[in-house]
């Protein structure tokens, strides 16, 4: 089993990739076809949205006592992996690639 501060670390690290890739996502805009647009940009602010939400309890995984920490440690990975997914769903829609 990792410890905690492993764990924070790779999750840390994965929020970041997440975050690298939505913007590479937001810098394709003008590679969309005008009539996906208003879709794309629609994606755009959910994709955010998870992306500001999982760093959310990111922080407050980090900011937990020990007690609290396994229980919040499952919630971040769970929106890590909700946000990788739908990643992964986007550049497979709009741009036909894995984003990598």
């Given at each position: 089993?990792?410890t905690?501060?492993?764990?924070?670390?790779?999750?840390?690290?994965?929020?970041?990739?997440?975050?690298?890739?939505l913007?590479?996502l937001?810098s394709?805009?003008?590679?969309i076809?005008?009539?996906?647009?208003?879709?794309?940009?629609?994606?755009?602010?959910?994709?955010?949205?998870?992306?500001?939400a999982?760093?959310?309890?990111?922080?407050k995984?980090?900011?937990?006592g020990?007690?609290?920490w396994?229980g919040?440690?499952?919630?971040?990975?769970?929106?890590?992996?909700?946000?990788?997914?739908a990643?992964?769903?986007s550049y497979?829609?709009?741009?036909?690639?894995?984003?990598?």
């Amino acid at each position: 089993m990792e410890t905690r501060d492993a764990c924070e670390g790779k999750f840390g690290e994965e929020l970041n990739t997440c975050m690298a890739r939505l913007e590479a996502l937001e810098s394709r805009k003008d590679r969309i076809a005008n009539a996906d647009k208003a879709a794309y940009n629609r994606e755009l602010d959910a994709l955010k949205k998870k992306n500001e939400a999982a760093w959310a309890k990111f922080k407050k995984m980090k900011a937990s006592g020990d007690s609290e920490w396994p229980g919040r440690k499952n919630d971040v990975g769970n929106a890590i992996l909700a946000i990788q997914k739908a990643l992964d769903e986007s550049y497979s829609r709009f741009h036909n690639d894995t984003g990598s």
